[in-house]
């Protein structure tokens, strides 16, 4: 597959994080374009993972993001793995689901806590929310520090884990150890559902919207699990592939505006990727507590206001928690840490579901094991066409707003993906062009 | 540009504390966030009064502390720099990319251009510098703490000691020296496993030994690190090849004198 990696995207969509502006143009008849410009400076992952040790792709990949690592290193090895033709089962397989779920937990509560409920409340941060909703805060962080612990047992540490290996880990934990940690994980799973309560409560902004203009949703679909790992590409419009496929299917494209890639459906266009997509075609693996939790509050699947994206991951946190327990209760320490790896020359794909959606890597690599091609494609680049379809359906009805409220309610919108451009909680320099090329 | 010593007043009477970002993965000022039971204490100390990842207020500055993540790769981060060490009474640098160019500095041994056309269908697009270069090629620095990440109680420890106008308690020596702490087992003396803990700063707590991995050196070269003789061993005595040990010595601190100097040296070697 060497040769036609021109359209290639980089990791800086991962934290795109800093700056974007938004440009809106219109006149009489209506909003006639929205650019949502993102200039995270390139980092060059792609490039510089050429010439690398195939090892190395999930401590250097691991990097593109300090806020989901685990989602990189997962992709990486199953990607490398794909390559080598081996496939971790049993409990190896297990931990790898363990960890993602740290993962989950932790980077969905630093959405949840930090980034997105001070919208509803009104607060510019989560310390002044604290302020008049401590319990609230308190609890959130103490879910956030269970994640955390777990990614640190597994992973070694919370930010660029060091213990993800191709074939496995590189030491593999006690019985002991992973039972120490099932009381907190109890205790923050009990929080998180209190969490998921607390969430269905907010006030959410209607959708009107998007009523007439759905997503098509794509998420991984396993047969019997809630997806993280693996699965086939599916989406609510009827395709169903393997990663293999990606890229037959799926294609990157650079405009001049943003130096994010937009990534769309060919000749079908935008899509959505994230913890709504995974929701709507999953509902029926959630766990049976969060699925329980999630009829008694009404939240059905499809979910198709993307306001509620905070409730959906609060779900996704809650059924982290309970898999994570799953886990640890049948956990028996494998004998080999990893299987054997030996490289050869191939080509491997891998697409697991991070946080913010669906991660898809590709490596070559060459029989001394080195990295000669590596493709990947972060959530938010996928997700980035979907966000300025969003606001350009959304802002007719709003453009008669003073200023400041319309830039709060684009940057709402925005932060709904969790872009890791939402970091930035008051990113967007708002330039609205009125036709006659005179900005107001 | 010295700094200005005296404090800066607030409006909160607080001392005012400013997080900046420049060409990096987020990961260490997430370190902050994941204080999980000292964020709300040391909110109550201090007035975070610019931080974008966790914050939509944003106060004017100057700023007593400013912690600064990420490297300068943009014309546009060259003339921030500047206005930040302006508005800073104290600057600290956190983790790799701000003290060593960062994972991306990788581009300094290459070419970039050619970087940026196999991996954007518009090079034309694309508005960077030929290098990654560390905070402290472009202004002074009042510390650098290193890592990638860096060590979030390594950080609150930092930030205590300016807060209280003292000298950082970081210790400078090496992974080797934890790794005894820890008690472990030597994996370089006792399997063959080739580490970088003898020249590798101490603050991870020597985490990749403990799991039965080489140290790969992500908290930068530690003080009068020997890598010199550290690479002779590695290449006589473990016969791990030179490109490997060249790969060792340029991920995520590149830039660090003791190992952009030794990683010449092992390529000028390699190739004659």
């Known amino acids: 597959m060497a040769g036609h990696s021109k359209t290639i995207k980089v990791d800086y969509l991962a934290r795109v994080e800093g700056e974007g502006a938004l440009h809106i143009d219109y006149d009489d008849s209506g909003v006639q374009k929205v650019q949502l410009k993102i200039f995270e400076p390139p980092r060059f992952f792609e490039a510089l993972l050429r010439g690398r040790d195939y090892l190395e792709a999930p401590d250097i990949t691991a990097r593109i993001c300090g806020i989901c690592p685990v989602a990189y290193q997962m992709s990486a090895v199953h990607g490398m793995e794909d390559a080598l033709g081996i496939k971790p089962s049993g409990a190896l397989r297990e931990l790898r689901r363990l960890l993602y779920c740290g993962e989950w937990i932790e980077s969905h509560m630093l959405h949840i806590s930090m980034l997105h409920a001070p919208d509803f409340l009104g607060y510019p941060n989560a310390v002044a929310m604290a302020k008049d909703h401590p319990e609230v805060v308190k609890n959130a962080l103490e879910i956030k520090k269970a994640g955390n612990a777990l990614v640190r047992l597994i992973g070694g540490r919370e930010v660029h884990p060091i213990n993800v290996r191709v074939g496995g880990f590189y030491k593999v934990p006690e019985n002991r150890e992973l039972t120490a940690l099932a009381e907190q994980l109890e205790t923050a799973r009990d929080l998180a559902e209190q969490l998921v309560i607390w969430s269905s409560t907010l006030p959410f902004p209607n959708y009107e919207w998007r009523r007439d203009n759905h997503y098509e949703f794509v998420a991984l679909k396993h047969p019997t699990e809630y997806p993280m790992n693996e699965g086939r590409i599916t989406s609510s419009k009827g395709l169903d592939i393997t990663a293999r496929d990606y890229e037959n299917y799926f294609e990157e494209e650079h405009l001049a505006h943003s130096t994010a890639l937009h990534c769309t459906l060919k000749n079908r266009g935008a899509y959505l990727v994230g913890p709504i997509a995974r929701f709507n075609l999953n509902r029926d693996k959630l766990s049976p507590r969060a699925r329980q939790l999630a009829e008694s509050l009404k939240v059905a699947a499809p979910c198709l206001n993307p306001f509620q994206s905070i409730l959906v991951r609060s779900l996704e946190v809650l059924h982290a928690f309970e898999e994570a327990l799953r886990i640890i209760g049948k956990y028996q320490k494998p004998e080999e840490p990893h299987l054997a790896t030996k490289p050869k020359a191939a080509s491997g794909c891998a697409a697991t579901e991070a946080p913010r959606g669906l991660l898809y890597h590709r490596y070559d690599i060459d029989k001394n094991g080195k990295i000669t091609v590596a493709k990947i494609v972060a959530p938010t680049s996928q997700n980035q066409k979907t966000i300025e379809d969003d606001l350009r359906l959304m802002l007719p009805s709003f453009m008669h707003f003073p200023e400041d409220k319309l830039r709060g309610l684009c940057e709402r919108a925005i932060r709904n993906y969790d872009p890791c451009i939402s970091c930035s909680t008051h990113f967007l320099q708002l330039h609205l062009n009125n036709g006659q090329g005179q900005s107001s | ?272």
């Open chain 2, 1 to 272: 540009m010295v700094p200005n010593q005296q404090p800066v007043a607030s409006s909160k009477s607080l001392p005012k504390l400013a997080v900046w970002k420049f060409t990096s993965c987020d990961g260490c000022q997430l370190s902050l966030l994941d204080c999980e039971d000292e964020l709300l204490s040391l909110a109550d100390q201090l007035d975070i009064a610019y931080f974008m990842e966790a914050s939509s207020e944003i106060q004017e500055g100057p700023f007593d502390i400013s912690l600064v993540e990420g490297s300068i790769t943009t014309p546009a981060d060259k003339e921030r720099i500047l206005e930040v060490r302006r508005q800073s009474r104290v600057l600290i640098c956190i983790g790799a990319c701000a003290t060593a160019g960062g994972i991306q500095a990788l581009r300094n041994f290459a070419d970039v251009e050619e970087f940026t056309r196999a991996v954007y269908a518009h090079p034309e697009y694309i508005t960077t510098l030929k290098d990654s270069t560390p905070i402290s090629a472009h202004v002074p620095v009042d510390f650098e703490l290193q890592g990638c990440p860096i060590n979030k109680n390594q950080l609150l420890e930092v930030i205590s000691a300016f807060l209280h106008r003292r000298p950082p308690q970081v210790a400078n020596h090496s992974v080797c020296m934890e790794c005894k702490l820890r008690g472990n087992v030597c994996i370089w003396v006792a399997h063959g496993t080739p580490c970088m803990g003898p020249v590798t700063h101490a603050g991870c707590g020597a985490i990749c030994p403990s799991y039965n991995r080489g140290c790969y050196a992500c908290y930068g070269p530690k003080e009068n690190s020997n890598t010199g003789s550290l690479c002779h061993w590695w290449l006589e005595k473990l016969n791990v090849e030179n490109t490997l040990t060249i790969e060792n010595l340029r991920n995520f601190n590149p830039l660090a004198d003791a190992f952009k100097v030794e990683s010449e040296v092992r390529e000028r070697d390699g190739r004659t």
